[in-house]
């Protein structure tokens, strides 16, 4: 279980990371794609939709941690008695 909260943790960063990257591009002009090579950017760029599927990924994988991590404290508890 611990595992998969840590799995949930990383997909909230690595979500939160593409969507804040395609937001600092697109509103402010910096961030994550002015500071990567223009070929690397680019290919981030022209796939427009990525940043939907890394916002809903990112609040999928908050959703879903917060039943795992009363599952670990259930988990913790039992071990414990």
Do not use: C, H, W
Request: charged share 20%.
């Amino acid at each position: 279980m611990k595992i998969l909260d840590l799995a949930l943790s990383a997909t909230i960063v690595l979500g939160a990371t593409v969507f804040l990257a395609y937001v600092g591009y697109f509103y402010f002009d910096f961030g994550l794609f002015k500071t990567l090579p223009a070929n690397i950017a680019e290919l981030f760029l022209r796939i427009g939709a990525l940043q939907y599927v890394a916002l809903g990924l990112a609040s999928a994988a908050m959703i879903a941690k917060r039943p795992v991590g009363r599952a670990i404290k259930r988990q913790e508890a039992e071990e414990r008695s």
